[in-house]
C-alpha cells in the first residue's frame, strides 16, 4: 500500500506562514525549507533588510501570485510602511522599467486596500506628494544631481549635462530627486538598487553599486553577503554567483583603497 503523504507543513511550511501571514502549504517542501526556514532565519540581514531584495526579485520576475503574497506581507506585518513600499516601488521603476514596476504599484494598491477591508478600516489618504524637497530651479536641481551622483556612486566626476540620457535622466531625476527622496533610506536604496542590476546582468552598475554601497559602509561587507545570498534564493544561483564575484572583487577593492587613506 503507498505511502500517504504528511497533511502537516514542514519547518519551511511554517516559517512560511509565519512570515507570509497565511496558511502554511499541506506538506513538506524542501524548498520552503531553504528559503524560508534558512535563509529568512540567519541574522546576518534583518528582515526589515531582506525585504528591499526579495520584492525586487519577485517583481521583476512577474509571478502575480507570489507579488501579491509579498507585498501583503511586508506591509501586514508593519515590516514595512505604505509609504515606504511607495517608495521601493518608484525606485524599482527607474532601476527595472516602468512596465513590470506598474503591476507591482497597483498590487501595492490591492493589497494596501485588502489590509483595510479585513480589518473594516477605510484606506488612509496618501501622503502628499508635493511639495518636493528638492530644488525646482533647473541649474539648482542639476548641480544637486551631480553632487548626489558623487556622493553616492563615490566617485570624484559626474556624466555630461548635455545629453537627455544622463542630464535630463540620470543627473536631473535619478540623482536629483529619486535617490533624494525622504522616503527611504540610502541602505534600502541600496539594497534594491543591487538587486536590479544584479538580475539584469549589466556589468558596470553591478560593479559601480557594490562598489558604492561598501565604500559608502552603508552595507557591511557581511551584510552583503547575505544580501547575495537572498537575492540568489529568489532569483537563482547563476545570477547570484556573478554577483558574490563582484561582492569579493570590490571588496578587494574598498579594503585596499582604505589602506591607502589610512582609514580603518
Not at 2 to 13: C, H, L, R, T
Not at 122 to 135: D, F, K, R, Y
Not at 180 to 201: H, N, S, W, Y
Request: glycine share 6%; charged share 20%.
Amino acid at each position: 500500500m503507498p505511502v500517504q503523504p504528511s497533511a502537516e507543513p514542514g519547518p519551511g511550511g511554517r516559517a512560511f506562514a509565519a512570515l507570509m501571514a497565511v496558511p502554511a502549504p499541506p506538506a513538506p517542501d524542501p524548498l520552503l525549507d531553504f528559503v524560508f526556514a534558512q535563509v529568512w532565519q540567519r541574522p546576518g540581514l534583518s528582515r526589515r533588510d531582506r525585504w528591499f531584495v526579495a520584492l525586487p526579485c519577485v517583481a521583476a520576475a512577474d509571478a502575480e501570485g507570489p507579488l501579491r503574497e509579498h507585498v501583503y506581507a511586508a506591509l501586514v506585518s508593519g515590516d514595512l510602511t505604505i509609504d515606504e513600499m511607495r517608495e521601493a516601488v518608484l525606485h524599482f521603476a527607474v532601476y527595472s522599467g516602468w512596465p513590470k514596476a506598474s503591476l507591482f504599484n497597483m498590487t501595492v494598491d490591492e493589497q494596501w486596500e485588502r489590509i483595510h477591508r479585513d480589518r473594516g478600516e477605510p484606506v488612509p489618504e496618501p501622503t502628499p506628494l508635493l511639495p518636493l524637497t528638492t530644488p525646482s530651479d533647473p541649474e539648482a536641481r542639476l548641480l544637486v544631481g551631480e553632487q548626489a551622483f558623487r556622493d553616492i556612486n563615490c566617485v570624484p566626476y559626474e556624466p555630461i549635462r548635455d545629453n537627455p540620457y544622463s542630464g535630463a535622466g540620470i543627473l536631473n531625476f535619478v540623482f536629483g530627486e529619486m535617490w533624494l527622496r525622504p522616503g527611504l533610506g540610502m541602505k534600502e536604496r541600496r539594497l534594491i538598487t543591487l538587486a536590479c542590476v544584479a538580475f539584469q546582468d549589466a556589468p558596470l552598475p553591478i560593479m559601480s553599486h557594490v562598489y558604492a554601497a561598501l565604500k559608502s559602509r552603508e552595507i557591511s561587507f557581511s551584510e552583503i553577503d547575505e544580501a547575495a545570498l537572498q537575492f540568489g534564493a529568489y532569483y537563482g544561483w547563476p545570477k547570484a554567483s556573478r554577483l558574490m564575484q563582484v561582492i569579493e572583487e570590490q571588496k578587494q577593492r574598498v579594503t585596499d583603497e582604505w589602506a591607502t587613506e589610512g582609514v580603518a
